[in-house]
């Protein structure tokens, strides 16, 4: 269940898809499932925390770096992660991996040997016979000069009820070269940008992975544009509106303008993305030309988590109205999304090994919390509106007329600006209230030598 993505300058996207499957975990004479898939949604439960932005010591960042990494890029990836850090708070269990780009005339394996070794501690299953072919694909992709970015994670079996939990957050930030071998121009913002798309995942990962694609990947790009104009950049790129109006909707308009493949995107495909052709429990709809609809995810659930806060602010006028601010932060039931969703075991019946985030129950889990949010009575309601919205009658909408909803530059640039994270920390989504927390697994120890009843697997979930 591993998915890699190489990106090509500035933000276009190619995917390719790795197929795993990992034995099941058995703690305590409790069976955890079986990985199955490169993106299926699996559990709905994480151990991961989160703590305020201030709370020095907590929850804290490792870096781990190839022998000749540039200092001026590792410099930019912590500026975008300080940046996710002061609006989201401060997720446990993270760790980058900064690998050195090499030109085809300075060949260095060497320089990779650490960082190999150490990635492979990251993501061992102390069950199983995972073998780090990530780390070898990672040096590959690295020594070829390709961008190669994602976000993986290692999954806890909880002890106290045998189910499956996310528990430390990985990630890979490599930036690709030229064709003469030099970084891009740029690369500094780009770094930037991919340092708090990745760390929006992590973030998002608190909450396990019934998520929908739309929503992980679709909000990490939404944060990509509120960040694109904050004063700690290297250099400004653009305002969030620009962002958006660059990056986003033109891609809105050429999916939705193929009206014969993907006329309602968001509400046939934008939940479930498919593991490939060997799934043998595909989503509902499997995506028809999908090298050029996979990119649906990112942008037009960019535009769809813009919605979700225009009609939340529409239908929430009279109690002061919501913001980005509210969808991503609140804590207060119903004013915000993600800390919102609420996680209850066995709330509703849910096969990791068949089901979709698509087959979350209205009423339930990350659907729930998108209504109470947006006010709408259910998420197929919400859908509907979208789709009008976007295409009403068949007729895409221009860039201009889709990026009405938009909240103003000067507001996103002074609630973000104004805004830094002080909740009190998020405990993990956990299948018992006595889970025994992993904590922080920043410093990936054998954790089986301090909790004896948990084990941990390799999860080879990744998003990017």
Known sequence: MRQIVSLVPVMMMM????????????VAGLTCPSESGCNRPMFKHSTLTIAPYAAVGSNEITYQESKNFPSNLKQSVETGIDMAQKLLGKVSGVSVFLYESQNSTAQDASAYTDIDSEWCEATRSVLGDYGCDESQRNREKAMAGTNNVYASHRDACQSDCGKGAVGAVPMVITSGLKDDGSYYDDVENQMTTFAIH??????????????????????AV???????????????D???????????????????????NFANWLTKFGSDRKCGDSDTHPPPNVMPNEGVGAAGYYQVGALAVAFATNKANANYTANG??????????????????????????DYV????????????????????????????????????????????GAVKSVDDLAA????????????????????????????????????????????????????????FLVF
Request: one cysteine or more.
């Open 405 to 460: 909803i938009l909240e103003s530059d000067d507001s996103v640039d002074s609630l973000r600006s104004e805004f830094i994270n002080a909740a009190a920390t998020t405990s993990p989504n956990a299948c018992e209230a006595g889970l025994l927390s992993v904590g922080s697994a920043a410093t990936f120890l054998p954790l089986n030598t301090v909790f004896s009843l948990l084990l941990l697997f390799l999860g080879g």
């Open 350 to 393: 849910f096969d990791d090994m068949v089901h979709w985030p698509s087959d979350v129950p209205e009423g339930k889990g990350w659907k729930k919390a998108l209504c109470d949010f947006t006010g709408y009575a259910t998420v197929e309601a919400f859908y509907a509106d979208f789709e009008e919205f976007v295409a009403p009658n």
């Open 198 to 219: 990745e760390y929006t995942h992590a973030f998002q990962m608190h909450w396990g992975k019934h998520i929908p694609t739309w929503l992980m990947e679709g909000g």
């Open 222 to 236: 939404f944060l990509e544009a509120v960040f694109s104009n904050d004063n700690s950049r290297a250099s400004r």
């Open 15 to 26: 995917v390719s898809t790795i197929v795993s499957i990992s034995g099941p975990a058995t």
């Open 238 to 260: 653009q305002t969030f509106s620009e962002y958006f109006k660059s990056h986003i909707l033109p891609t809105v308009r050429d999916i939705y303008s193929d009206q014969t």
């Open 321 to 346: 109205g919501r913001t980005f601010i509210d969808f991503w932060t609140s804590t207060v039931a119903g004013k915000g999304f993600w800390h919102s969703i609420d996680v209850v075991d066995n």
